[in-house]
Nanobody, 124 residues
């Protein structure tokens, strides 16, 4: 079975931190680009981070300097450390797979699969 499962979401105050984790099963992430999608309330889903097989990562401007994507190809996991959270960071976060090695794009159509998501709520 091909599956991505996210965990680590929750409710925090502005300035706080959360660490999201993603576990892949049924397949190996070893040679795949991965990333994270976010859907904020009232907004469309978009990609916020992409990570290449070797661990290099790119982010949308709003996440740069505050979010850090990482991966462990042996454990078959991808993590997203989120620091200095802001209310506008609230939303559903999805671990996702990118089918190509192209440069990161926030376009949803650059991702071909994702998990059920984990909710992040940041209050002021």
């Amino acid at each position: 079975q091909f599956e991505l499962v996210e965990s680590g979401g929750g409710s925090v105050q502005a300035g706080g931190s959360l660490r999201l984790s993603c576990t892949a099963s049924g397949w190996s992430i070893f040679n795949y680009c991965m990333g994270w999608l976010r859907q904020a309330p009232g907004k469309e889903r978009e990609g916020i981070a992409g990570i290449y097989p070797g661990g290099a990562a790119d982010y949308v401007d709003s996440a740069k300097g505050r979010f850090k994507d990482s991966r462990n190809n042996i454990k078959n996991t991808v993590d997203l450390q989120m620091d200095n959270l802001k209310p506008e960071d609230s939303g559903m976060y999805y671990c996702a797979k990118r089918p190509s090695w192209a440069a990161f794009s926030p376009r949803v159509d650059s991702f071909d699969s994702w998990g059920q998501g984990t909710q992040v709520t940041v209050s002021s």
